[in-house]
C-alpha cells in the first residue's frame, strides 16, 4: 500500500515537474522577445535622440551665424551714427560761424 502510494506521489511530482519545466521555457522565451523588443525599441530612441542633436546642433550654428551678421549689422549702425554726430557737429560749428559773421554785419 505504502509502495502504491510513494508510486503516485512520485508521478504525480514528476507531473509538476514537467508542467514547471514547460512553464519555465515559455517563460524564458516571453523574456527573448521582450529583450529584443526593449532593445529594438532603445535603438530607436537612440538614433531620434541622435537626429535630433545634430538638428540642434546645426541650430544652433545657424543661430551662431545670424548673431554674427547681427553683430556686424550693430557695428556698421554705430559707424553710421558716428559719422552723423560728426556731421551734426560740422554744422553746428558752421551754424555758430553763420551767428558770428551775420552778428558782425
Same mark, same amino acid.
Given at each position: 500500500?505504502? @509502495?502504491?502510494?510513494?508510486?503516485? /506521489? #512520485? ?27 526593449? &532593445?529594438?525599441?532603445?535603438?530607436? !530612441?537612440?538614433?531620434? @535622440?541622435?537626429?535630433?542633436?545634430? &538638428? #540642434?546642433?546645426?541650430?544652433?550654428? /545657424?543661430?551662431?551665424? /545670424?548673431? #554674427?551678421? !547681427?553683430?556686424?549689422? !550693430?557695428? /556698421? @549702425?554705430?559707424?553710421? !551714427? ?24
Amino acid at each position: 500500500q505504502q @509502495l502504491g502510494d510513494a508510486r503516485q /506521489e #512520485l508521478a504525480s511530482t514528476q507531473r509538476s515537474v514537467t508542467t514547471l519545466q514547460k512553464d519555465a521555457s515559455s517563460t524564458q522565451g516571453q523574456l527573448m522577445i521582450l529583450q529584443q523588443e526593449i &532593445s529594438s525599441n532603445l535603438s530607436s !530612441a537612440i538614433s531620434g @535622440l541622435q537626429k535630433d542633436t545634430l &538638428s #540642434l546642433q546645426s541650430a544652433m550654428g /545657424e543661430m551662431r551665424q /545670424e548673431a #554674427l551678421k !547681427a553683430q556686424s549689422f !550693430a557695428k /556698421e @549702425l554705430e559707424k553710421d !551714427a558716428l559719422a552723423m554726430q560728426g556731421r551734426v557737429n560740422i554744422l553746428q560749428q558752421e551754424g555758430s560761424e553763420t551767428k558770428s559773421v551775420t552778428a558782425g554785419l
